[in-house]
């Protein structure tokens, strides 16, 4: 008994104080929840929404180190470093005893910086200041000062210095071995809104020493309004942008020369704006416009240039991979149905070829910093059944090197479900794309209950060809889940992104309900068992698909959701900039005036009494973007004709979950709702009933 104990209390100081690796991520993930069910039992609910284990890894500019983001036993968020040669040897680098790290970069080949939020704290918004330290955890220095009370531990020196106030945040580092980085200050109108303290009117670009706190501006001058910069390959903004009372407008600048040139000022959603992504040595602009990256001569008219990467039906927002030591572009990483990378290399091209031979069937996405020299490339691999895993690989062998570890471990890819990129016809005609997961073990012709997954934004792309959690929940509880990129959606050509304006609840919404006939039709889904869920836009398309399209959905989960339109104009407690509610939002959602009918149609609040069907909404009691306002007026008034209303509240959260066990409790409920919704559980397996599942109607709430 003793010795157990003894062999307990050893087993939770590693996980606390050690780098969960290859090696010690089994002995990690069962010191907390338990995570394996065997193969006969589904996952459960804590494997796809508890934290994972690894959070980030990223490699020095020599692959000589490497450097990584992890969850540790008492749910803090640490950095940790390596030698890459021993990566199982992680130690870690930096930490808070009263927060987490949040974001880390390598400075150069000694130094690093990161910021910190407080992940187990109340809902918080604010800087999480930033610091710097050096890989052997020497000469300590806090830069930017935070709104948290962090208290950060180190285990090298520490710099008393000067500290930049809230007002500045991390920018970018720069190339070669300089301990400079670049910071951004935000200058905010001088008003009391609410949403004037997240939407400064300008940005300026100021140049830091990490070791000695001086710092100086980057710039003699600079346009009006600028809030984005486009820095080339040797750290100096190039490209200025500027979005002001509806217009856009792109600014150029010879290197070493004060002057700013103006390159292009349309509106800020015409097809035609120039989208500059990337600036080479050569001073060769790369704009973006559709599926097609062109490079233009930024002294010649910006519509003049040629084709540099092509992919037809898909809009390119994915990045650079650069060798800022040998100061030359190497490839392009995109986004089709799937992450993947086009080498211009050979050399990178070459490594890619002998890392897809040896990790068959999944994608492989290379980074690097000095990549021709490097000692080693970090491999970051996945699939739709595979959570993201970290490798090294050894160019000059030519093979994978070392395994650093797995995002979350304890998923077993044979229990989760297969997932595909398709496309249907709407009933207008026009062409959606569309994501369908299915569960594990899905025979031809086995109908399936199915649910309508609908991603937020809605101005975002939604999915991708990828392990996510949400998918693959529903997908071992034996639902088949199609996620359509309705029209609206980013990522898929500006025309698909067009066709969605001024559609809340009209095209956009057929698109979903065509999803699921599609999915019918295909011979997927059974037509009597399909439910809709999803967040924030997801949430007010649940509503409304629950409104519009009674005989087809049998029920609803949604959180976060929007209710009524005009509240999004007219709560002044939110977070949406003036210039958002002035000029985006009525050109891409409503004109509240002008459509005041069309809103009155599509508002959920309004219809609320049509609205029959049994319901789960959850809402966070901080949240700026989509207030609680909107749940409990919504609540209040559908529960008058409605009985079958389970209602959910977190005191903690903002716009979604980010505390661990508020995303538990959540996502058991919608469990627990699905299975009475449907009658029984899709697929038996292990009951994870949440504490108050007894609990329904308007008093189920935290």
Known sequence: MARDRAASHRQRRLCKFVVPTALAVAACATAGVAVGQGSLKRPAVEDFFRNPLIVDVKLSPDGNHLAMTAFVANGRVVLLVADAAKPLGLQVLASFSDGDVRRFFWVNNRRLVYDGEDLQSDFQTG????????????????????????????????????????????????????????????????????????????????????RSSEHHGMLERQPHWVTQWLLDPDGEPRIAMSWHEGTQRVYYREKGEANWKLLDEKSEFDPQALQPVFIGSDSSLYVGRDDTVYRVDPKQPPQQGEPFVTHKGFDFDRGFEVDPKERKLLGVHVLTDAHGTQWIEPRLAAAQKAIDAALPGTINTITCGDCLSSRFLLVRTSSDRQPERFLLF????????????????WIDPKQMGRRDFFRYRARDGMEIPVYLTLPPGWEKDEKLPLIVWVHGGPWVRGASWEWEAEAQFFATRGYAVVEPQFRGSTGFGYAHFHAGWHQWGLAMQDDLADAAQWAVTQGYADPARIAIGGASYGGYATLMGLIKEPQLYRCGFELAGVTDINLMYSISWNDASRKALKYGMRTLIADPDKDAAQLAATSPLKNAQRLTQPLLMAYGMEDVRVPVFHGTEFRDAVSDTNKNVEWLSYAREGHGLRQQDDRLDYWRHVEAFLDRCFGTAANQGTANAPANSTAQGPESSR
Not at 394 to 409: E, F, Q, S
Request: hydrophobic share 35%; aromatic share 8%.
């Open 127 to 210: 800087n999480g200041g930033l610091y710097a330290v050096d890989v052997d955890g020497s000469h300590f220095r806090r830069l930017i000062a935070s709104d948290f009370r962090f208290r950060p531990e180190q285990i090298g020196s520490n710099i008393v210095s000067s500290v930049l106030p809230t007002t500045y945040v991390f920018y970018s580092t720069l190339p070669g071995e300089s301990d400079d980085v670049l910071v951004e200050e935000a200058v905010f109108p001088s008003t009391t809104l609410l949403s004037d303290r997240f939407h400064p009117d300008h940005t300026v670009l100021m140049r830091l020493n990490t």
């Open 394 to 409: 050894d160019p000059v062998a030519n093979k994978l090197a070392a395994t650093i570890g797995n995002t979350r471990p």
